[in-house]
């Protein structure tokens, strides 16, 4: 079964359950459109860089369309959860696998991305340079190691993504500075989150050349028991184990220096870790996330009962409070801790029952939040200086306040639970 793209994408996410849409948005071959951006295999060797089953990655990528995005660079990382232990993992990656989550046997040569990749009115990203790093380590996009008989090479994967936009393509080494907006969406996000401060020693000398920005769409976990306290792995449990087991290396200098063992997993876990973020980013967080919600329900789909209800009351007024302390302590303590200059991060926090929505059209460019009921694709233009700012009082920060279960005016209609 073909699909056309991002109109198709949209269909089956209403009507679709999480495996099923993951089936057929990547293993189906895509034709051709606007949108597609080419299957590429890196131009170096790495023996080690590959998927869970040991099979090679790529990338896809398409070159600036226009000369108003040749210095613009977009790298989103693929949304797909991930495995945390031996019996998670052994699940998801069972012998033999074609699930791209685990394998690359059945990649397309073409992938159509939509979102934050085409939007209208925003010709900068429209016709950027654009990779779409494909998924295929379930490590979050961060590990480094062996387990079971099984490859999670992730931080080898990004690295060599990096490493060929330098060689091959030419990301900072034009007579212009380059702009690299590096994000992704669920654990896409959580990894950029963990490789952000990292970018210039991936990179080399390049990097004197880019300004780096994060685009962080959905990976701002809370530390909370589930509702009931019984059911999935806890999130901080998974941490955990990711942390033992699949060899982090990009942890943050400051972070390790708040959180010594036993407790330094707290820095791959988004609330801990993303007060220690130094580069400036746009921080997406749903305030009723529906994939931790679910979680901690122990079944998909929206609060069941009246206690379920207070309990996702509960985690959106902590969202609400953790990310305004985001924007106090970039703009009150960076000083001492090297600051990038005068650029701020931002935060974007609707009151919606979503997760993870920045490739689809309507939730990109049409939903709105904060008092202004601004667009993620307006707000993002705002916080990368490419529109004047519209709410000079609180400035780079759009947070929806209501109360009540998806109150948000602008909630978008899709659900993703990935």
Request: charged share 20%; with cysteine.
């Amino acid at each position: 079964m073909a699909i056309a793209g991002p109109i198709r994408l949209q269909r089956l996410l209403q009507i679709c359950s999480l495996r099923a849409v993951l089936a057929l948005t990547f293993g189906a071959l895509i034709r051709p459109s606007v949108g597609s951006l080419a299957r590429v295999d890196f131009k170096h060797d790495d023996p080690l860089r590959a998927c869970v089953d040991g099979t090679p990655v790529s990338y896809f990528w398409k070159p600036a369309a226009k000369p108003i995005g040749k210095n613009t660079w977009l790298v989103d990382l693929q949304m797909g959860d991930w495995c945390h232990d031996e019996a998670s993992c052994r699940k998801r990656c069972k012998p033999n696998t074609t699930e791209w989550l685990c394998s690359s046997k059945t990649w397309p040569a073409s992938y159509a991305v939509g979102g934050i990749f085409w939007p209208a009115g925003n010709d900068r990203l429209k016709y950027a340079n654009k990779v779409f790093v494909a998924y295929c380590t379930s490590d979050g996009h961060m590990g480094d190691a062996e387990a079971w008989g099984m490859q999670f090479r992730g931080d080898r994967v990004i690295k060599s993504v990096f490493r060929d936009l330098v060689s091959v393509h030419g990301l900072g080494g034009g007579s212009e500075r380059d702009v690299l907006i590096f994000g992704g969406q669920s654990a896409g996000s959580r990894g950029a989150m963990i490789h952000l401060d990292y970018f210039s020693s991936m990179i080399g000398d390049a990097a004197k050349n880019v300004d780096v920005h994060g685009f962080l769409d959905s990976p701002y976990w809370l530390d909370i028991w589930p509702f009931p306290a019984k059911g999935n792995v806890k999130f901080d449990i998974q941490a955990q184990h990711v942390y033992r087991t699949f060899n982090v290396k990009h942890l943050g200098e400051h972070c390790i220096r708040t959180f010594p063992e036993p407790e330094r997993w707290k820095c791959l876990f988004g609330q801990y870790r993303m007060p220690w973020v130094l580069t400036p980013y746009f921080l997406v967080a749903a305030q009723y996330d529906s994939f931790q919600l679910a979680s901690d329900f122990s079944h998909p789909g929206r609060p069941k009962d009246p206690g379920q209800a207070a309990y996702a009351d509960g985690f959106a007024r902590q969202t609400v409070s953790n990310v305004r302390n985001l924007r106090r302590a970039w703009r009150d303590g960076w000083s001492e801790l090297g600051s990038h200059g005068s650029k701020q991060n931002a935060v974007y926090s609707w009151a919606c029952w979503n997760h993870a929505q920045s490739l689809t059209a309507p939730s990109f460019i049409h939903a709105h939040a904060g008092p202004n009921r601004t667009s993620m694709n307006n707000a993002f233009l705002q916080f990368m200086g490419w529109a004047p700012i519209d709410a000079p009082s609180t400035p780079l920060e759009w947070i929806d306040e209501c109360d009540g279960f998806n109150c948000g005016t602008g909630c978008p209609t899709q659900e993703l639970h990935i």
